[in-house]
């Protein structure tokens, strides 16, 4: 089985800011990771993905993560931050392994951005 | 639209009332999901269905009922609802090796 730890519930940070959203799991297998993010009203959306390959992965609004599977780890981090970037962020693990398609997911991280 | 349309968007209901949660998908995933978000609690996975056939069911009360006619629908049927039962239930699918989509979800009210 796996678990996500989410460490920080909420996140205030001022716009143009760099931001850094943490998030740790725990697997006994090889994992998949993803980064969702929920504005407010709405469903969750994907974010970005880690199934293989390069450890830096990059969303295209500007959001990047890094797998680090010594510390097994997977940050969700932005340079500058936009008021548009408010917003609920989830972290999920699954095993990689076929058939092994169930998402475990963290408790989420309230990013606030202050004008 | 995200490809997982949910109807409807916003339900209240009495707790004598039956209702019921629509989800379609037609993205060709084969693995279907309910979750319940409630404030200020995690994500609540609630019933699992993988080519139509339930494969998890969390503890949920009997008063939620799924039912999956096809892969590409997903239903939950309420009736005798509580107060407590008042959240966004969300509905998602996936396909192996990809993340879950979801839907918009259902903001629900039980009064």
């Known amino acids: 089985a796996q678990s996500v730890t989410q460490l920080d519930s909420q996140v205030p940070v001022f716009e143009e800011a760099p931001v850094e959203l943490r998030c740790n799991y725990s697997?006994?297998?090889?994992?998949?990771l993803f980064w969702y993010v929920q504005y407010p009203n709405q469903g969750l959306q994907l974010l970005l993905k880690?199934?293989?390959?390069?450890?830096l992965v990059e969303s295209i609004n500007g959001f990047e993560a890094e797998f680090n599977k010594s510390q097994t780890s997977f940050h969700l981090r932005k340079p500058s931050v936009h008021i548009s970037d408010t917003a609920e962020y989830f972290c999920?693990?699954?095993?990689?392994?076929?058939?092994?398609?169930?998402?475990?997911f963290g408790k989420g991280t309230k990013l606030s951005v202050i004008p | 639209e995200t490809g997982v349309t949910q109807t409807p968007r916003h339900l209240v209901m009495g707790m004598t009332n039956k209702k019921s949660l629509k989800c379609e998908q037609h993205?060709?995933?084969?693995?279907m999901y309910w979750y319940k978000q409630s404030a200020k609690k995690p994500l609540e996975l609630m019933f699992v269905?993988?080519?139509?056939?339930?494969?998890e069911n969390n503890s949920v009360p009997s008063r939620f009922s799924p039912e999956c006619p096809n892969s590409s629908h997903l239903f939950l049927h309420l009736h005798t609802l509580q107060p407590e039962d008042s959240a966004l239930y969300l509905c998602?699918?996936?396909?192996?090796?990809?993340?879950?989509?979801f839907g918009s979800g259902t903001r629900l009210t039980v009064v």
């Open positions: 697997s006994s297998v090889s994992v998949y």
């Open positions: 998602a699918s996936s396909q192996e090796t990809y993340g879950y989509t």
């Open positions: 993205l060709g995933h084969n693995a």
């Open positions: 880690y199934l293989s390959g390069s450890t």
């Open positions: 999920a693990v699954r095993a990689s392994g076929a058939g092994s398609y169930q998402l475990t």
């Open positions: 269905y993988n080519f139509k056939e339930q494969t």
